[in-house]
């Protein structure tokens, strides 16, 4: 990796067009050696991948994503030479005993955010672009990817490099997101 975390993180946008140029196995490898290294709840580990190049099944994935509201990284789905769809083993993550051990349930939500975290700004540190898809049908993208009962959906990215240069999107300043000692507090 080339990039100081920091720069990656300032940097990195949501790229919604692709070329169609292959990804190189080596950076693949990279982008989900990233992936896996992530923390997780007990180191449980709960997320799966599955890397699609296919181009019927990145047809079909873009046919999962919901237009209700508009999904301007449909396209990117199709475009991009590789899709990489995050799914969670169910039951595991925040678990211990079998039993739920927070308010919050399940914590694969969580763990795959992580993951998938690690994973875009791996991919922008090697010049790839991502953009995180979660407008989609789960149980349709399920479906067509084949997963088995207790692992589920959770998102997905196009990879592949940037054919556009993404417009950069203001973050609120530290002092509109940021308490101290008790909520409210500057």
Request: charged share 20%; glycine share 8%; with cysteine.
């Amino acid at each position: 990796m080339g990039m100081e975390v920091m720069q990656a993180i300032r940097e990195r946008r949501s790229v919604r067009h692709y070329r169609p140029d292959p990804v190189k196995p080596e950076d693949l490898q990279a982008v989900l050696e990233a992936a896996r290294l992530a923390p997780s709840w007990a180191n449980t580990q709960c997320w799966r991948f599955i890397v699609v190049r296919d181009p019927a099944t990145k047809a079909q994935l873009a046919g999962a994503c919901l237009q209700q509201f508009g999904n301007p990284a449909t396209a990117a789905i199709t475009e991009a030479p590789v899709v990489i769809a995050a799914c969670a083993e169910t039951g595991r993550s925040g678990y211990k005993r079998g039993q739920v051990t927070t308010d919050k349930g399940d914590w694969f939500m969580f763990d795959v955010g992580i993951a998938m975290q690690n994973l875009v700004l791996a991919a922008y540190s090697l010049g790839l672009g991502t953009v995180h898809v979660g407008l989609v049908d789960a149980a349709r993208a399920a479906e067509i990817l084949g997963l088995p009962p207790g692992t589920v959906f959770v998102e997905m990215t196009p990879l592949g490099y940037p054919n556009e240069e993404p417009r950069v999107v203001p973050r609120k300043d530290l002092s509109e997101i940021v308490f101290y000692e008790k909520y409210g507090q500057k």
